[in-house]
């Protein structure tokens, strides 16, 4: 009688167990970042014209705690400094040489916390939160904002953020002996796929 009653309990602890499991497994979702559907530019300026890079080389990660809920537990976004490109033999090598990409192969961001999530509409939010962003040997704590769409097979993240180079430690190009000179300020637009 109570073998019976005890496996009846054992039972009865292993189909809770195994149905928080899956509860878990269901609501925890990573993602990894589409390189090729996703875009990252950057927009400065010269006492000459303005100027823009794209980057060609990305990966990441998106992991949510809940994805109904929309909380995030980790999210990553990496480029190549050798894969920012813009179409400008010259000026790519200036760039290179001012992220001092021989020794600094890559730009990180890591997002560190969400302050505010605001639901703008079915499996859309706008997410306010704080990240580091590393460039060369520096990392700063910074701001940032997004748009963050839920699809059925993707993740959409789009935003835009502005930085100074001298923040982190890169001096703003200069071309033709100094003729050109580009300006601190850089805004960098995102639009980033996770699947």
């Not at 040489?97 to 703008?120: S, W």
Request: charged residues 25%; aromatic residues 8%.
């Amino acid at each position: 009688m109570k073998t019976t009653k005890t496996r009846k309990y054992y039972a009865l602890i292993a189909l809770i167990t195994l149905g928080l499991l899956t509860v878990n497994l269901v609501s925890a979702q990573a993602f990894k970042l589409n390189n090729e559907a996703s875009t990252l530019k950057v927009f400065g300026t010269s006492n000459l014209h303005d100027w823009h890079l794209e980057g060609e080389q990305k990966s990441g990660q998106l992991v949510f705690e809940d994805i109904d809920k929309c909380t995030i537990k980790t999210c990553e976004f990496i480029i190549n400094s050798n894969g920012l490109v813009s179409g400008k033999k010259a000026m790519d090598k200036n760039t290179y040489k001012a992220l001092k990409t021989d020794d600094y192969k890559n730009i990180k961001f890591q997002l560190v916390k969400v302050n505010e999530l605001i639901k703008k509409g079915p499996k859309t939010y706008l997410v306010k939160g704080e990240g580091d962003l590393t460039i060369t040997n520096v990392t700063n704590r910074i701001s940032i904002e997004f748009n963050l769409e839920v699809d059925p097979n993707k993740i959409v993240l789009n935003g835009t953020k502005n930085i100074k180079m001298t923040d982190y430690n890169v001096e703003p190009p200069t071309a033709l002996f100094g003729t050109i000179t580009t300006g601190d300020a850089l805004t960098i637009e995102f639009k980033t796929i996770y699947q």
